[in-house]
């Protein structure tokens, strides 16, 4: 069993910036897809960013360009920096390691955008 764990989050205001920070019980090496979701109350879980085995990363279109996502392979962790937040990043976000015939999700963590 893979284990998954977020930390990072709270409370930032408009304009600034938070590091959200996940860690796999495995190496992340071997995962084919690490990502960062995000569901806000009322709404469905969103793809947020994801980065590929190779390397690879994709954004959704409405954070690229403020937030970044990278890995740590020797610490087997995947990190997801959030600059320029907006009171429409508020959700709970969820770190996700996928496997071929698998997935396995951290408990989320939540962000809220307010001043």
């Known amino acids: 069993q893979v284990q998954v764990v977020e930390s990072g989050g709270g409370l930032v205001e408009p304009g600034g910036s938070v590091r959200l920070s996940c860690t796999v019980s495995k190496s992340i090496s071997s995962i084919y897809q690490m990502s960062w979701f995000r569901q806000a109350p009322g709404l469905e879980r969103e793809l947020v960013a994801a980065i590929f085995r190779g390397g690879t990363t994709h954004y959704a279109g409405s954070v690229e360009g403020r937030f970044t996502i990278s890995r740590d392979i020797t610490k087997n962790t995947v990190a997801l920096q959030m600059n320029s937040v907006a009171p429409d990043d508020t959700a709970v976000y969820y770190c996700?390691?996928?496997?071929?015939?698998?997935?396995?999700w951290g408990q989320g963590i939540q962000v809220t955008v307010s001043s």
């Open positions: 996700n390691a996928h496997e071929v015939d698998h997935d396995y």
